[in-house]
């Protein structure tokens, strides 16, 4: 049979038929013993009865992310609040940078609707959707925003991530209630939330579709691509590259960059484009330790 495994606990792995929603915890065989698998990965698997099965193999891997460690998902909800906390819009563009590098589409999500004032951060939402990025605002509390946001998980794979606190289980005990996911405020001493989710876990919507509840991330590591290549995951600054003067330019103080002409002209958001330069930085340094 094959199935999709959607927990990963205590040696089993916990597979699901996608046609019966049946779950069997399976243990590995053979060298599948020491094979890496991912909540998320196709697996082929033989029952031994109605609870327990072998896993026998692992299907070829769509997409692959590391933090969090998830296979085949097909678009990424970037969790992010008004406020309580506040957003880190440069974490923001690390989650936008890790999705598309993985080939996994982004789509950016506000919570917390209900507590923003009117108008809060719109020159930020404009910036991300002229880039090209879908970006929604919800509030898990009343119900604000969804709806739309119920159209974009239906019949997708869909994981989500962003920091402690922003209420990615407050959204989906929304979505679906009932699914008893722990929830935590954020804590009045640090400001930041307190991690709630305690396992990488795949769980199936009413709606249809499947999502991955994550850990907040604080921070992520830079996917290892070339320096020429970080520009591509910033849409507004390869559309603009192309005018550059050097076609191997990294908009950083080269001669006749169209980049830098354009943020200096308020074209291109100028806190992306500082984001843009920090990841480059980053980039650059770790090519340098790595050759040096």
Same mark, same amino acid.
């Given at each position: ?41 196709? $697996?082929?698997?033989?029952? +031994?009865?109605?609870? @327990? ?15 969090? /460690? ?18 880190? =819009?440069? *974490?923001?563009?690390? =989650? +936008?940078? +890790? ?8 789509? %950016? ?44 998980? !239906?019949?997708?794979?869909? $994981? ?16 679906? /209630? &009932? ?23 795949? +769980?199936? *919507?009413?709606?249809? &579709? ?5 850990? &907040?991330?604080? !921070?992520?590591? *830079?996917?290892?691509? /070339? ?11 390869? @559309? ?27 074209? %291109?958001?100028? =806190?992306?484009?500082?984001?843009? *330069?920090? =990841? ?11 050759? !040096?």
């Amino acid at each position: 049979m094959v199935g999709q495994i959607i927990r990963i606990h205590g040696g089993f792995a916990f597979i699901r038929d996608p046609n019966t929603g049946k779950v069997w915890a399976a243990l590995r065989r053979g060298k599948l013993a020491e094979e890496k698998i991912l909540v998320g990965d196709l $697996v082929e698997f033989s029952p +031994l009865d109605e609870e @327990r099965g072998v896993l026998e193999k692992v299907l070829p891997r769509k997409t692959e992310l590391y933090r969090p /460690p998830v296979a085949n998902v097909e678009q990424a909800l970037l969790v992010f609040a008004f406020t309580e906390p506040d957003p880190n =819009f440069k *974490l923001l563009d690390r =989650f +936008l940078v +890790l999705s598309q590098s993985a080939k996994i589409k982004p789509i %950016i999500c506000f919570n917390k609707l209900d507590l923003a004032s009117p108008g809060l951060y719109q020159e930020e939402r404009r910036a991300y959707e002229e880039a090209g990025f879908v970006f929604l605002t919800v509030s898990a509390k009343t119900g604000q925003g969804l709806e739309e946001l119920k159209r974009h998980l !239906s019949q997708r794979v869909t $994981v989500l991530a962003g920091p402690s606190g922003v209420g990615k289980s407050s959204l989906l005990n929304a979505i679906q /209630p &009932g699914l008893k996911l722990q929830t935590a405020p954020v804590s009045r001493k640090t400001g930041r939330g307190r991690h709630t989710t305690r396992l990488v876990e795949l +769980l199936p *919507l009413d709606i249809g &579709g499947l999502v991955v509840d994550t850990p &907040g991330f604080t !921070s992520l590591d *830079l996917p290892d691509i /070339p320096p020429a290549s970080l520009s591509a995951y910033f849409p507004e600054i390869a @559309r603009v590259g192309t005018g550059c003067r050097f076609s191997d330019c990294l908009h950083q103080a080269e001669p006749g960059c169209a980049v830098r002409e354009a943020v200096a002209e308020g074209k %291109i958001p100028r =806190f992306r484009y500082q984001h843009y *330069l920090v =990841f480059l930085s980053e980039i650059l340094e770790r090519e340098r330790r790595r050759f !040096s």
